[in-house]
């Protein structure tokens, strides 16, 4: 099967194909044979296993080379040149599984491949700085032919493949996670969402740690006040608000409750079925990270995802600043600015069940506190199932009559009707309940945050740049 300069044989048949060949298992010699003095130099040899040791070439004739593997690590001398060269093994490695190994040349770059049956592979040379196992772009399978003897000491010897340039992001990412809260001043991802932790980030922050976001990033930012990287684990879901639907009514920051923050609860229960009060928000909710806010990075998640924390307590992510990067328009800048163009505090506040129950995983809020919130949003599930209990039993009365069909469909989409206004009405009570009480937690933090943007202003005051 002669080499094609843009052949792409997948993994799985190239090596299919390295077996076809031989890969080692079998020789066209006669080394059983104690007269047998055949092989690459025609001397006799002793009797080492033919996997160790032998000539192997490429199916078209055109590359050839003497294989000993008889130490530590291989060595080959490829016909016409004058090196032996000791290969550098390398794992490889598939979502975790091992497909063999590489044997890297004294560049560093993939010289052949030894598969997990003993299957051996020649890269050619001009391949080699993409060279890929799923591919198998310019792998040409090696076959055993002859013996040969036994190679001398390696006068060139490989070495790791140097890993890959980093992109300029990723040393900014680097250089972020540097000066982070988490570096410096060893605080866990969650803290970012404990205010009593950020204000002593704060406190104790170095003048070269304070960054703001200019105003191309400020536009990506998502408001996050809560941390999915809980113990080193991410729980999705946990960190941002969910929404699920939009209101018409426009976000008026003089209405009561939760609408002056620009959400609403939803209680729309739908007969028979487990219901839970649902989270809308208003039109032109939510408003986004002011341009040149000023804060602190409190970590860098995954090399991409920057966690920002400002000054006033809010936290914030930045998730896509890597993809369209440029190193004179850093997602942050150093400094916190002049404090005449530091945005106003408290731009979002935003808080539901959800995010209270992720800052008590995180132990960023008391467990009570949270338990709190949670039981009024369970209340709501049993009030509603009750209400369903009652509106069963009637319905059940409905099917047991031996009235038409029609008839009696009628009557259960009455039922129907009946008990999902019931439900909403006898309910209603608790859906106050819980934005009364979700109301007073944001406000509570909110006054938290005020007095650590304050503190924050004052100290940075003498390091403003």
């Avoid at 009480?437 to 100290?459: G, P, S, W």
Wanted: proline letters at 8%; hydrophobic letters at 40%; charged letters at 25%.
């Amino acid at each position: 099967m002669p080499y094609q300069k843009h052949m792409r044989m997948p993994a799985f048949l190239l090596l299919a194909f390295l077996a076809a060949c031989g890969g080692g298992a079998t020789s066209p010699t006669t080394a059983d044979d104690p007269s047998s003095t055949g092989g690459a130099t025609g001397k006799a040899k002793d009797k080492v296993p033919e996997w160790k040791l032998g000539h192997w070439s490429s199916p078209d004739g055109l590359v050839g080379m003497v294989i000993d593997r008889n130490g530590a690590k291989p060595k080959i001398k490829i016909d016409g040149q004058k090196d032996v060269v000791e290969l550098h093994l390398e794992k490889h490695l598939d979502r975790g599984d091992s497909k063999g190994n590489w044997l890297n040349g004294p560049d560093g770059k993939h010289w052949m491949f030894l598969g997990e049956g003993g299957q051996l592979a020649f890269i050619k040379p001009e391949t080699r700085d993409n060279a890929e196992l799923r591919h198998a772009v310019g792998f040409l399978p090696m076959t055993r032919d002859a013996d040969a003897d036994a190679l001398g000491a390696a006068t060139q010897v490989g070495i790791a493949t140097p890993p890959p340039a980093k992109r300029p992001y990723q040393l900014h990412a680097e250089k972020l996670a540097g000066i982070s809260v988490t570096t410096r001043l060893r605080m866990k991802p969650e803290d970012s969402g404990n205010l009593a932790k950020v204000a002593e980030a704060m406190e104790k922050a170095t003048p070269d740690m304070f960054v703001r976001v200019p105003a191309k990033a400020s536009e990506k930012a998502t408001w996050a006040p809560a941390s999915e990287l809980i113990a080193g684990t991410i729980h999705s879901g946990y960190n941002t608000v969910t929404v699920q639907a939009i209101s018409d009514e426009p976000w008026d920051k003089t209405k009561p409750g939760l609408k002056r923050y620009g959400l609403e609860l939803r209680a729309k229960p739908t007969f028979g079925e487990p219901s839970r009060i649902r989270q809308g928000k208003l039109r032109g909710w939510p408003p986004g990270l002011p341009p040149n806010t000023p804060g602190l990075v409190w970590h860098v998640q995954d090399g991409t995802k920057i966690v920002f924390v400002a000054v006033d307590g809010g936290r914030w992510e930045l998730g896509d600043w890597y993809n369209d990067f440029d190193a004179k328009a850093p997602p942050v800048e150093a400094g916190t600015g002049p404090q005449s163009a530091w945005p106003a505090p408290l731009a979002s506040s935003a808080i539901d069940v959800g995010l209270v129950r992720g800052l008590a995983k995180g132990g960023a809020i008391p467990a009570k506190t949270a338990a709190d919130i949670e039981a009024i949003d369970d209340g709501w599930f049993e009030c509603v199932q009750k209400v369903w209990k009652e509106g069963r039993a009637e319905a059940d009365k409905i099917e047991a009559t031996q009235a038409p069909l029609n008839d009696k469909y009628g009557k259960l989409s009455g039922v129907a009707k009946k008990y999902e206004v019931k439900a909403e009405q006898t309910c209603a009570p608790i859906v106050k309940k819980l934005d009364e009480a979700l109301t007073r937690f944001i406000e509570a933090r909110d006054t938290e945050r005020k007095a650590i943007f304050d503190k924050a202003r004052a100290r940075t005051a003498s390091i403003a740049r």
